[in-house]
């Protein structure tokens, strides 16, 4: 049974300083990988997605990468603002159209 | 483009009734619906997976005669909670998908549910 571990599960930074959130899954059987960011009582904001063929995915500050042997996802947040603040969840999908297996989620606040 | 709408986006109700929670597929035909719950502090678990014109495959522990699915068209399911008790209290979101597009999901801004 596939499942998604996500580390470290709170993270406090000062603006401007570059992190890395970790995810990991046990079946590297994966169709793709997904990252979103929930802010408090919302919904879900889909950052990246990561097809199993490809190694990584860039949208301005954010770069995720996947390393499907080693069953490993990190999100990159370059320079980051206040404006961070949020859960990101990682997500799997084993197959074409089944549903997604989420982590717990990593909890970021990004003081000013 | 890919937008999912959900209604009502909250909803407080005395325990024993019922609730019918609506997701929309707003721009796109979609062949398969989920219906995830998060509770508290935790992250999303799948509830069921619903196809247009077919029943609902619920995960295991997920109550089918409690949780009442419905995919009537390809742009709407539905999910009623029947006699809701303060421990159905939850987020309840949706997503849909189409067989383009990478499989990619979809999801709606979700509903708080809440029983008193």
């Known amino acids: 049974k596939q499942e998604v571990t996500q580390i470290p599960a709170a993270l406090s930074v000062p603006e401007g300083e570059n992190l890395v959130l970790n995810c990991s899954f046990t079946?590297?059987?994966?169709?793709?990988l997904q990252w979103f960011r929930q802010d408090p009582g919302k919904g879900l904001t889909s950052l990246l997605l990561?097809?199993?063929?490809?190694r990584e995915q860039t949208s301005g500050r954010l770069n995720a990468s996947l390393d499907k042997s080693s069953g490993r996802s990190t999100l990159y947040i370059a320079a980051s603002q206040p404006g961070d603040s949020a859960t990101y969840l990682c997500?799997?999908?084993?197959?074409?159209?089944?549903?997604?297996?989420f982590g717990k989620g990593t909890t970021l606040s990004v003081s000013s | 483009g890919a937008v999912v709408s959900q209604h009502p986006s909250w909803v407080i109700c005395k325990s024993g009734t019922s609730v019918k929670i609506e997701c929309r597929s707003l721009?796109?035909?979609?062949?398969?619906m989920f219906w995830y719950r998060q509770f508290p502090k935790q992250s999303l678990m799948l509830m069921a997976t619903?196809?247009?014109?077919?029943?609902?495959?619920?995960e295991q522990g997920v109550e089918k005669d409690k949780f009442l699915i419905n995919h009537a068209s390809l742009t709407l399911s539905t999910l009623t909670v029947t006699s809701a008790h303060p421990e159905d209290s939850s987020f309840y979101i949706c997503?849909?998908?189409?067989?383009?597009?990478?499989?990619?999901?979809?999801f709606g801004p979700g509903t708080r549910l809440t029983v008193l």
């Open positions: 997503s849909a998908s189409f067989s383009g597009h990478y499989n990619e999901q979809f």
């Open positions: 079946d590297s059987a994966i169709y793709n």
């Open positions: 997500a799997v999908q084993s197959q074409a159209g089944t549903a997604l297996i």
């Open positions: 990561i097809q199993s063929s490809q």
């Open positions: 721009d796109f035909q979609a062949t398969t």
């Open positions: 619903s196809n247009e014109g077919s029943k609902a495959t619920y």
